[in-house]
T-cell receptor
Framework: DSGVTQTPKHLITATGQRVTLRCSPR?????VYWYQQSLDQGLQFLIH???????AKGNILERFSAQQFPDLHSELNLSSLELGDSALYFC?????????????FGPGTRLLVL | DAKTTQPTSMDCAEGRAANLPCNHS???????VYWYRQIHSQGPQYIIH???NNETNEMASLIITEDRKSSTLILPHATLRDTAVYYC???????????FGAGTILRVKS
């Protein structure tokens, strides 16, 4: 158990809908990262937040957005969902935001868009 | 982003050491080598990381060549539960992101 929690574990929805994925980092961690894992793309970095501020963006679609709240939990919002958004979504956390900081991953949310 | 090259798959007998190689010839002087593994569709699990020196923890050992262009992850006594995809990652500066490649599928067989 990494100490990172994600809810829900599974999510089934229809195209065009909007969903929110939630991540609670390990106690004391200020950084939260979101990754997407699809069958054809592998694990890809989406976005990084540090202490409430966006630090970096990866291959995140404009239909996706994220935020980190004062209590440090983070939410990833996916809107206008398409079939291709079906994937595993992982969040990871680390204490700070340096290269030496190990990222610890949560168990993921499996999203299925029908 | 510094790229890594790993074999697609490897087999290992249970109880034997598993040696997983990784090439990272374009690594820069301040970039760390990280190893993670993913069992089925679980979240990636951190194993070990290093910069220049060899490292050992309760899970594995990491051997980095002197020129830092390659490394080897060693699982000293592989068990069936070590069957997973193993990712060798070179940490990149901007955004502190992890760039995952395809990894090595390690199959531990009894």
């Amino acid at each position: 158990d990494s100490g990172v929690t994600q809810t829900p574990k599974h999510l089934i929805t229809a195209t065009g809908q909007r969903v929110t994925l939630r991540c609670s980092p390990r106690s004391g961690d200020l950084s939260v990262y979101w990754y997407q894992q699809s069958l054809d793309q592998g694990l890809q970095f989406l976005i990084h937040y540090y202490n409430g501020e966006e630090r970096a963006k990866g291959n995140i679609l404009e239909r996706f957005s994220a935020q980190q709240f004062p209590d440090l939990h983070s939410e990833l919002n996916l809107s206008s969902l398409e079939l291709g958004d079906s994937a595993l979504y992982f969040c990871a956390s680390s204490v700070e935001a340096s290269l030496r900081e190990t990222q610890y991953f949560g168990p993921g949310t499996r999203l299925l868009v029908l | 982003d510094a790229k890594t090259t790993q074999p697609t798959s490897m087999d290992c007998a249970e109880g034997r050491a598993a040696n997983l190689p990784c090439n990272h010839s374009t690594i820069s002087g301040n970039e760390y080598v990280y190893w993670y593994r993913q069992i089925h569709s679980q979240g990636p699990q951190y194993i070990i990381h290093g910069l220049k020196n060899n490292e050992t923890n309760e899970m594995a050992s990491l051997i980095i060549t002197e020129d830092r262009k390659s490394s080897t992850l060693i699982l000293p006594h592989a068990t069936l539960r070590d069957t997973a995809v193993y990712y060798c990652i070179v940490r990149v500066g901007r955004g502190n992101k992890l760039v995952f490649g395809a990894g090595t599928i390690l199959r531990v067989k009894s």
